[in-house]
T-cell receptor
Framework: NAGVTQTPKFQVLKTGQSMTLQCAQD?????MYWYRQDPGMGLRLIYY???????DKGEVPNGYNVSRLNKREFSLRLESAAPSQTSVYFC???????????FGPGTRLTVT | GESVGLHLPTLSVQEGDNSIINCAYS??????FIWYKQESGKGPQFIID?????DKRQGQRVTVLLNKTVKHLSLQIAATQPGDSAVYFC?????????FGKGTHLIIQP
């Protein structure tokens, strides 16, 4: 039982490049989330999927898109990376909204 | 929306003492509250949660107190140990996602 897994662990992009961050959970959870964490800050919600087939914007959605591929997988795409998107990205899952969220180990992204 | 305030960015306590970490929130409609622990280089780890129909909940060595009147949340850690050293975040749910505070770095003095 791996919990929440994220790939890659580290990534360096040039401004304007695109990439997709992958997230998968094996806990049969209905809800999945993407957060970013900047130095000295708490986590900020980018997008979430309350259930398979639905996605909604969080606090900081600009510059990102998401896909809930199936119940297990939720990906985050940066279409044209900007230095302001340099951050650590965490994926999380929960049984339902307003339940305990389990977090993955994070992806450290640097945009130069 | 919701904003979550931090009372202290750093808290230093003696090993064996009790630790109290505080948090304030703004949205009175928030109904789910949760504390996470984050160690360096890792994802947040669940500690304890509480819903708005309760004002106190206890776990192993931890207690969460919720005061809805003043919109205040606290985490108490009993008999603090070196392994408790980490950043602690409160998070609040006025909607389907979580709004996090900025975190308190708990430092354990020997």
């Amino acid at each position: 039982n791996a919990g929440v897994t994220q790939t890659p662990k580290f990534q360096v992009l040039k401004t304007g490049q695109s990439m997709t961050l992958q997230c998968a959970q094996d806990m049969n959870h209905n809800s999945m989330y993407w957060y970013r964490q900047d130095p000295g800050m708490g986590l900020r919600l980018i997008y979430y999927s309350a259930s398979e087939g639905t996605t909604d914007k969080g606090e900081v959605p600009n510059g990102y898109n998401v896909s809930r591929l199936n119940k297990r997988e939720f990906s985050l795409r940066l279409e044209s990376a900007a230095p302001s998107q340099t951050s650590v990205y965490f994926c999380a899952s929960s049984e339902a909204p307003r339940y305990e969220q389990y977090f993955g180990p994070g992806t450290r992204l640097t945009v130069t | 929306g919701e904003s979550v305030g931090l009372h202290l960015p750093t808290l230093s306590v003696q090993e064996g003492d009790n630790s109290i970490i505080n948090c304030a929130y703004s949205n009175s409609a928030s109904d789910y509250f949760i504390w996470y622990k984050q160690e360096s280089g890792k994802g947040p780890q669940f500690i304890i949660d509480i819903r708005s129909n309760m004002d106190k909940r206890q776990g192993q060595r931890v207690t969460v107190l919720l005061n809805k009147t003043v919109k205040h949340l606290s985490l108490q850690i009993a008999a603090t140990q070196p392994g408790d050293s980490a950043v602690y975040f409160c998070a609040v749910s006025p909607a389907d996602g979580l709004t996090f505070g900025k975190g308190t770095h708990l430092i354990i003095q020997p």
